[in-house]
Each structure stands twice: as structure tokens, then as C-alpha cells.
T-cell receptor
């Protein structure tokens, strides 16, 4: 069955430390890949996306993600976390070739310690 | 920056009652979606809407649910007879081209008592 897995439910990092949030997918072909962020009381905001081409994609707020086909992964990274990055992060996929919906992972709650 | 607007932000209803959740998508967008997130669970796709008809729906979107774009600007989700398990945050989203770039509203928290 097709699925998106975010193995870490909660992650705590210190401000200024680096961050990596994991995402793995299981699909028959390489889907479109996304990372969204949800701050408390807010909607989902798109951080970045991968469709094809360069496997390292840059997003907003200093985030980047790397697509690794061999590992079916699309991990989100940030070199230096700010306290305002505390939020819930969702990996999502959409089928290429006309799929109409996003399938989300279960999310990773990020806590930033000052 | 244009945004997707959802009203109300919170809705409390009694089991068995009908509710209508309202959304105003971004004005030049063509694709419209409803997603929901039960507390502590993942965001789930409910339905997509394009060219005045449903283009895809999930198994969650049964006969109790319906969507409508009544006046060319609003996009509504109706739950005909709410159940306790319908309690969730409901997100509306819209896009120009499809799932490649969705803009989400801030959600309506529905509580069914």
C-alpha cells in the first residue's frame, strides 16, 4: 500500500542547533514530494517541494530537503534552528501524472529549547 | 498576499445536526479541496473539486458529506447528520493548477457533542 512515514513524532533541539526531520514514502514511482509546516492555530504552509531535477531543494525560512531515490526519503533540514521554528511539520506526497490529492504523513512536532 | 479564508474558526454542534463549513478560496484558483485532521492524527484528504464537480473523493467522504460552490466565490462542505467521530479540524485549500501548490486556510475546528 502507498504510504508516507514520519518516524519521529516529537523532536526537541536547542536554538542554533541543526535539524533533520525524516520522511520516507512507499509508492510505485517517484511522487511529487512536499514539506508543510503548521504553527499553532494556523493553516498549513508550504515550505518546499520536489518534482524533478536537482535532488536538493531550497525552501522558505532557510529550510532545505534532499530527495534520495535509493532510500525513498525526502528529509527536511535546517542548519541553525530558531525558536520561531517550533511547529508541526508534515511531509506529503502527490502522485505524478494526474493524481489529485496530497497524502500526508503523521507529522513531527518540533520543540525548540532556548 | 492572497489567502484562503475559512469561517467559522470554531463550530460546536449536537450529534445528528447538519453543519456547513464555509471557505472563500483565492479568487483566480480553479481547484478546491477539503482536508480534515482529527486530533493527534494525520491530515486526511476528503474531496477535490474542479470545474463545478467532484474530481476525487476519499472513502471518508460518504453520503453524509457534500460540497458546493454556490456563487462562484464560496466553497462549502456540508455534513448532513454529524457524528461524534466527525469532530476534527477541517481545512479548505485551493490551487491554480492542482496539488503542486496548495494554499490552505487556517481551518475550522468542529466539535460534535
Amino acid at each position: 500500500a502507498q504510504s508516507v512515514t514520519q518516524p519521529d513524532i516529537h523532536i526537541t533541539v536547542s536554538e542554533g542547533a541543526s535539524l533533520e526531520l525524516r520522511c520516507n514514502y512507499s509508492y510505485g514511482a517517484t511522487p511529487y514530494l512536499f514539506w508543510y509546516v503548521q504553527s499553532p492555530g494556523q493553516g498549513l504552509q508550504l515550505l518546499l517541494k520536489y518534482f524533478s531535477g536537482d535532488t536538493l531543494v531550497q525552501g522558505i525560512k532557510g529550510f532545505e530537503a534532499e530527495f534520495k531515490r535509493s532510500q525513498s526519503s525526502f528529509n527536511l533540514r535546517k542548519p541553525s534552528v530558531h525558536w520561531s521554528d517550533a511547529a508541526e511539520y508534515f511531509c506529503a506526497v502527490a502522485l505524478t501524472g494526474g493524481g489529485n490529492k496530497l497524502t500526508f504523513g503523521t507529522g513531527t512536532q518540533l520543540k525548540v529549547e532556548l | 498576499e492572497p489567502e484562503v479564508t475559512q469561517t467559522p474558526s470554531h463550530q460546536v454542534t449536537q450529534m445528528g445536526q447538519e453543519v456547513i463549513l464555509r471557505c472563500v478560496p483565492i479568487s483566480n484558483h480553479l481547484y478546491f479541496y477539503w482536508y480534515r485532521q482529527i486530533l493527534g492524527q494525520k491530515v486526511e484528504f476528503l474531496v477535490s473539486f474542479y470545474n463545478n464537480e467532484i474530481s476525487e473523493k476519499s472513502e471518508i467522504f460518504d453520503d453524509q458529506f457534500s460540497v458546493e460552490r454556490p456563487d462562484g466565490s464560496n466553497f462549502t462542505l456540508k455534513i448532513r447528520s454529524t457524528k461524534l467521530e466527525d469532530s476534527a479540524m477541517y481545512f479548505c485549500a485551493s490551487s491554480v493548477t492542482g496539488p503542486e501548490k496548495l494554499f490552505f486556510g487556517s481551518g475550522t475546528q468542529l466539535s460534535v457533542l
